[in-house]
């Protein structure tokens, strides 16, 4: 018997539901966008949020930790925030909505998302890539702003280009979609946070031409009032270059899947991310990466510092599909807790096709070496300092690696933060 | 002035006792040697000392300076000048040497009421400690102790030291894994450091640091008590005739 009685939804499922039904008559979009929003929005209203009982969301029970969803909020006031590296291009998203941008970069062109979605260009892009992908129907359902992002061919952009994508508040729901040119060279830096609290989905999904090199920043700094739910997806041609770093330092509960398919032979993905986790919150790192085409590398470093009853999930899958012969790929997820409140579950897969390919992956959970500690505090630093130093030096070997001196120390400067507040 | 009376100490873990009442002074300027054979509790007595947790003390005390530092973590008892010279110096990754040189002495003048180093006085000091001990600078780069050999670690405890000016140096058989060479050097690092305020005590199986590094006191530690105490002669005697007729004496 296949015939279920739907459960009754939660009060975060009849929140979108009621939500949807006052939105959509003043949310952008020629009637193809109005048919795709109908359909992402049908899925969600079968299926429900998903359960532990959905393999790919076994780790995050959306229907269960999403506990509620806030009302928009009209009159929530956004701060823009300082840029991460100096002499930035920024790009504001405000609310969901486009704000300004600087737009007077050679090579670079920002479009508000909702010239995309009234002249209907970005139909085709709002179905939702397969049955798990609720952040992609959800999304599909409610953006209503953001930026669209083109790099011209051949052009080396060499200021960092920052998207801000920041709320005060409420429910934003938001695109950027990014094309980068054959051969073109950029360096993106996401900022995702806020005051207040809020129910976001955002979505970055980048189409990098052969030999384009981009470096992509994500900073998630939402504040512990936060669910906020991330795709960021990519597809590499010949020869392209993304190497992707992610740090988490935020949120109440967090899911961002990054899904990138190597097309390109030649081409090269690297992900590094830093999650560190304290508090009560929730951080569900997913990736799945193809190789579809022989002669592909990738490398994914996840380090996860918990603390706190934080609760951190890394699920991270590589397909190499059949042809995908000579292929590299190599993950790796390492785990320090330091609380015995923590918890860290890692799910790493390997799915190869391929005969000839050199795959591995790894991972680790260990708490502070107290032989080191002690070795440090021995110096005559006190307990605390002592931890963070070695905190540190578990991050620090994937922040350093980015080897931009001005980046890398942004980034040690919000690890230092993130300790002093959370250490 | 370091005492340590009637202590009785034991593993954490499994409650084995290792040192089971021991007894010595330690004066100010004066450098005492501990020997003993392996087992004997050298090791132990020079952590628990510098207050590492997976020993417990169970009875008796140790006073520095008249104060009991049983309730000092290692970091408070470093602050009041006691250094311990490892015998396997830990490599950590990730922790790069000149940043932890500074954050330890910075942390040190700060409990003692002092500013904070500048840099350069800083790279100044390291430099001149680091050069006196014949240590390259490029190894300072690398991360703390991490492919240093057996004899650089030792070096670079001995650095640490010179840079700290500890008032109580324990020296935990900072000779084994060194050349002859090296030995020499790190007993010079030593010996320039002696003063009538500071303290050593030096822990060696052997006699042959002694030459270098001539000591005031010499104590037999065996089962975790001292059971005798001499002269720098005594370790000589030591030398030739091994622990046995020592060991005999005192059962």
């Keep these: 018997m296949n015939i279920q009685t739907p459960p009754k939804p939660t009060p975060a499922e009849q929140a979108l539901i009621d939500g949807y039904g006052e939105r959509f008559s003043r949310l952008a979009g020629n009637p193809d966008v109005v048919q795709a929003r109908d359909l992402a929005f049908d899925r969600f209203r079968q299926s429900g949020l998903p359960t532990r009982r959905v393999e790919a969301w076994h780790y995050t029970d959306l229907r269960r930790l999403l506990s509620d969803v806030p009302a928009y909020n009209q009159e929530a006031m956004a701060e823009p925030v300082g840029e991460l590296l100096e002499h930035s291009a920024i790009a504001i998203a405000a609310n969901g909505q486009a704000l300004q941008a600087d737009d007077n970069i050679d090579g670079v062109t920002w479009r508000p998302l909702t010239e995309l979605l009234a002249d209907g260009s970005l139909a085709s892009s709002l179905a939702p890539r397969d049955a798990d992908d609720m952040i992609g129907a959800l999304n599909a359902s409610f953006v209503s702003g953001g930026w669209a992002l083109d790099i011209e061919a051949g052009a080396e952009i060499d200021v960092p280009l920052e998207i801000q994508n920041v709320h005060g508040g ?254 | 002035m370091l005492e340590i009376k009637n202590l009785h100490a034991r593993i954490a873990e499994d409650g084995t006792e290792i040192i089971r009442g021991l007894d010595l002074t330690v004066k100010d300027g004066e450098v005492a040697a501990i020997m003993g054979p392996n087992g004997s509790g050298k090791s132990t007595l020079s952590y628990v000392i510098a207050g590492r947790e997976d020993y417990e003390v169970t009875e008796g005390d140790i006073l520095w300076n008249g104060e009991s530092v049983l309730e000092m973590d290692p970091a408070e008892r470093a602050a009041a000048g006691v250094f311990l010279a490892f015998q396997y110096p830990m490599e950590i990754p990730g922790v790069a040497t000149m940043e932890f040189l500074k954050t330890a002495l910075n942390a040190q003048r700060k ?105 005031d006191t010499v104590h037999v530690l065996y089962k975790g008590r001292i059971i005798k105490s001499g002269g720098p002669d005594l370790a000589l005697h030591l030398e030739e005739n091994g622990y046995a007729d020592v060991i005999g004496e005192a059962a």
């Design chain 1, 170 to 423: 409420g429910q934003v729901h938001t695109r950027f979609p990014v094309t980068v040119g054959a051969g073109a060279k950029a360096v993106i830096v996401e900022r995702q946070t806020g005051q207040g609290a809020a129910f976001v989905t955002s979505l970055a999904d980048v189409t990098l031409d052969e030999d384009a090199t981009v470096d992509w920043i994500v900073l998630q700094e939402q504040p512990d009032t936060v669910s906020y739910l991330s795709s960021f997806s990519a597809t590499l041609g010949r020869n392209a270059r993304l190497r992707l770093f992610v740090m988490n330092a935020g949120g109440r509960l967090v899911r961002e899947e990054v899904v990138v398919a190597v097309q390109g032979e030649g081409a090269d993905f690297q992900l590094r991310t830093v999650n560190l986790l304290a508090g009560e919150g929730h951080t569900d790192l997913t990736m799945v990466l193809d190789h579809t085409v022989p002669s592909t590398t990738s490398t994914e470093v996840v380090r996860n510092v918990v603390t706190g009853k934080a609760k951190g999930v890394f699920q991270g899958r590589i397909n190499v599909h059949q042809v995908a012969q000579k292929t590299d790929a190599r993950m790796a997820c390492n785990t320090l807790l330091m609380s015995d409140d923590a918890d860290f579950s890692a799910k790493p897969e390997l799915e190869i096709f391929a005969d000839d390919v050199a795959c591995g992956h790894g991972a680790t959970v260990a708490e502070i070496n107290h032989d080191h500690l002690f070795y440090l505090m021995a110096r005559g630093i006190s307990e605390k300092e002592a931890r963070r130093l070695l905190v540190k030096a578990f991050v620090a070997e994937v922040i350093e690696e980015l080897d931009d001196e001005a980046l890398v120390e942004a980034l040690e400067a919000r690890l230092d933060g993130w300790f002093a507040d959370n250490g």
């Design chain 2, 111 to 215: 409990a003692r009421g002092e500013e904070p180093l500048k840099i350069p006085d800083l790279m100044k000091r390291v430099k001149e400690a680091a050069g006196s001990l014949e240590m390259d600078m490029a190894m300072l780069k690398r991360p703390l102790n991490v492919g240093f050999s057996g004899g650089e670690k030792k070096r670079a405890e001995i650095l640490q030291m010179k840079l700290l000016e500890p008032k109580l140096c324990v020296l935990d058989e900072t000779d084994s894994g060194l050349d002859i060479d090296a030995l020499k050097i790190v007993a010079d690092g030593v010996n320039a450091l002696r003063s009538p305020e500071r303290a050593f005590l030096v822990i060696t199986h052997y006699q042959r640091l002694l030459d270098h590094i001539v000591p």
